[in-house]
């Protein structure tokens, strides 16, 4: 089965499954589905930030890009437009919406992404969250330098980017700080979702949250998904098709939820 095929039959099951808040009993998950699903409210920034989108969908200007990761679906070329960077590989402002929201209502103080790209994402969560610090890492040096720049042209100071390879950047950070929140958004492969995931539940806050994105973007990440679900180790589970949240605090007792996004 190809990409395409496999997400749109998997987007089919998730339609055929997921539920509304009434199916949330936990007052701290459904105050947390209603703010930042059912009534998800633009922030003061999104303007400026999809602005920003705009013109780096506009921007015709080719870069080359080293990519560590799984690759692109849309270009398999190391030249790339900034453009189509722009236009495919970043979360569209619903999902970045939803996530700064997310960061807000668990109050996570300091959060790790694993996937930087434009950084129009992590923009909006440190914008909307000026108490928050997050530590973002990107592969691509040519990627992270406009990523830069997006942080400075928004007047960002809570953002620490990091260029490197997740797989040695990731663990130093996570030897530094102890993260309330882990966004992992890039290198989608089975066998590196679950090392980034065991890497972070070893030394994490326990009482954080991972977010994994793109776990229907291929049969292996839902292989990959569907074992960290089933791990001991995580208590909540919640599958919104474009991200899969999980927790490992023993303030939930072991239940997995797929919900209307
Ligand atoms: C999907 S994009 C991230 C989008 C971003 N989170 C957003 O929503 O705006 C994934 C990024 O991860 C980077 N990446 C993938 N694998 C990596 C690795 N092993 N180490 C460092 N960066 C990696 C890619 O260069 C790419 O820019």
Redesign the pocket.
């Known amino acids: 089965m190809n990409k395409n095929t496999y997400i749109a039959k998997s987007y089919f099951n998730y339609k055929l499954k997921a539920k509304g808040r009434h199916s949330i009993h936990s007052p701290f998950l459904y105050n947390m589905y209603n703010t930042c699903v059912v009534k998800s409210e633009k922030s003061q920034y999104h303007n400026e930030i999809e602005q920003l989108r705009n013109t780096l969908e506009k921007d015709k200007r080719e870069i080359y890009?080293?990519?560590?990761?799984?690759g692109s679906r849309k270009n398999k070329s190391n030249e790339r437009k900034i453009c189509q960077?722009a236009k495919y590989?970043?979360?569209s402002a619903k999902?970045?919406q939803f996530l700064s929201c997310f960061a807000s209502i668990t109050q996570s103080k300091s959060i790790i992404?694993?996937?930087?790209?434009?950084?129009?994402?992590?923009a909006r969560i440190a914008l909307d969250n000026p108490n928050t610090y997050i530590n973002?890492?990107?592969?691509?040096e040519n990627?992270a330098k406009i990523a830069q720049n997006n942080f400075t042209k928004l007047n960002i100071s809570n953002i620490k980017l990091h260029i490197?390879?997740?797989?040695t950047?990731f663990q130093k950070i996570l030897m530094d700080i102890s993260a309330d929140l882990i966004?992992v958004?890039?290198?989608?492969t089975k066998e590196?979702t679950l090392k980034y995931f065991n890497l972070a539940i070893d030394n994490m806050n326990p009482n954080g949250y991972i977010v994994f994105?793109?776990i229907y973007w291929s049969q292996e990440m839902t292989e990959a998904w569907n074992t960290i679900i089933s791990d001991n180790r995580v208590s909540l589970s919640i599958d919104l098709f474009h991200f899969g949240i999980i927790s490992i605090s023993k303030d939930f007792s072991k239940q997995n939820f797929i919900l209307k996004f």
């Open positions: 890009v080293n990519d560590l990761g799984a960077i590989s970043l979360k999902e970045a992404e694993l996937g930087c790209s434009l950084g129009l994402t992590s973002s890492i990107e592969g691509c990627i490197g390879n997740f797989d950047v966004f958004d890039g290198n989608h590196a994105d793109d």
